[in-house]
């Protein structure tokens, strides 16, 4: 098992169980946007509280919590947003590997309903900081928020 440490999860908290839904805020939204790979119903968010890095995220642009409410246009706009993250991402991190999933209801381990995929692209330097973080199995997340989204951006 890895242990991850995240020096950018210190301001996080869950917001499950908030009225205040943290993706239909329009602060929020500007700060992690990526307008450039946005579509007609997702956005790509660069996570602020990063698993690993380069951890992006596709959020819907209406407010929907589950699976269950999505149009087929929604639908069909996911498949090509998650082809499109995953060749950002494969370009600024030289990988071919990802991890794509989502949670759905408050036993899932999601902290925000508003429904959202984490894109996460697997290199393998992730597992091996040092020897120490070998030994010990812990990767440290080095690349910012704000740094990933300039890479990307940059990228596009």
Avoid at 48 to 57: E, K
Avoid at 124 to 141: C, E, L, P, Y
Wanted: net charge positive.
């Amino acid at each position: 098992m890895i242990k991850v440490h995240n020096p950018y999860r210190q301001k996080y908290h869950h917001s499950y169980n908030s009225d205040v839904c943290p993706f239909c805020n329009q602060e929020i939204i500007e700060k992690q946007n990526i307008k450039l790979l946005e579509g007609s119903y997702w956005m790509v968010f660069v996570n602020q509280y990063p698993i690993l890095d380069g951890n992006l995220m596709l959020v819907t642009k209406r407010h929907v919590e589950d699976t269950s409410d999505l149009y087929e246009n929604e639908w069909k706009e996911l498949k090509e947003k998650v082809e499109e993250t995953k060749a950002i991402l494969s370009k600024v991190f030289e990988t071919k590997s990802f991890n794509v999933g989502f949670n759905v209801g408050p036993d899932s381990g999601s902290s925000v309903r508003h429904l959202h995929w984490q894109v996460i692209p697997r290199i393998d330097r992730q597992v091996m900081n040092g020897f120490s973080g070998f030994i010990a199995g812990i990767h440290t997340v080095r690349i910012s928020p704000k740094e990933l989204k300039s890479k990307i951006e940059k990228a596009l």
